[in-house]
């Protein structure tokens, strides 16, 4: 770890302060052990203490994204690790090879990722949040309310208004780009 000045040191207390609860919750919902979650809160901190240049602002939905992300991601590299430790690696190449989609499948695919990234960069930032937590991180809308202060009743309605607030913008997108159906 690269050392800190104290004005870098000051923002990551600050992040660890706002996020780390949150940071768990993904964690928990990923690995189903608080322990293993909590370790995995401290190394997403480490991570973000060596790139703490990268985060321009403590608030804000992009610092929360970049968070969680790292975390998403140590996850999944702790449950590799643990994986090729008990894993023959021997592929099958045919089976590979069935399971890549056609190249239209991926145009299509694209075409909707491109959609629904159009769709979802429309909407306030609060909405982006709970869709964010609700359909990225997995959380309930209990955990939703516990990430951001607020009762699981309002947590449930700002994810529903979130909600239809999406389905209107991808109708908004369908109308001006085509007239064929995205989701």
Known sequence: ???????????LGHLYVKYSRLIWY??????????LAEDMTHDTFLKVA?????????????????LITIAKHLCVDYFRKMKAKKMDYSYNLDSL????PLP???VCQNERDTALHNALQSLDEDYQEVLYLRFVSELNNHEIAQALDITPEYAAVKVMRAKKALKKAL?????????????
């Open 171 to 183: 109708e908004a997108y369908n109308a001006k780009y085509g007239d064929e159906q995205i989701f």
């Open 50 to 66: 060596n790139q703490i240049d990268s985060v321009k602002a403590v608030e804000g939905i992009k610092t929360k994204c970049f």
């Open 26 to 35: 993904v964690s928990v919902r990923i690995v189903r052990d608080e322990g």
């Open 104 to 106: 239209l499948d991926q």
């Open 97 to 100: 090879l069935d399971q890549a």
């Open 1 to 11: 770890m690269i050392p800190l000045s104290a004005k870098e040191k000051e923002k």
